[in-house]
């Protein structure tokens, strides 16, 4: 499953780097994936966060459906 939190960014639980349907967040220009723990700078303005924080900020800001939350929700489990 993927979830387009930006247009730049999504949640995969299909790049090579999510294990055990766990999903990965997903730079989608560079293909790089991080973790929850992950330190990234998502955008120049948002300085580095780790990526528990990006996503939730994302989350914040998306028109999610119900269902498309609930797995986001399983990138923090």
């Avoid at 639980?13 to 330190?39: C, I, M, W």
């Avoid at 528990?52 to 994302?58: E, I, Q």
Wanted: net charge negative; with cysteine; charged share 20%.
């Amino acid at each position: 499953m993927e979830v387009v939190l930006k247009p730049s960014w999504i949640l995969s639980d299909e790049h090579s780097a999510s294990s055990y349907g766990k999903p990965v967040l997903v730079n989608r220009g560079t293909q790089e994936a991080y973790g929850p723990s992950d330190v990234l700078k998502a955008y120049p303005s948002w300085g580095y966060l780790p990526g528990s924080y990006v996503v939730r900020r994302m989350m914040g800001t998306s028109d999610l459906s119900r269902e498309d939350a609930v797995f986001c929700e399983s990138f923090f489990l």
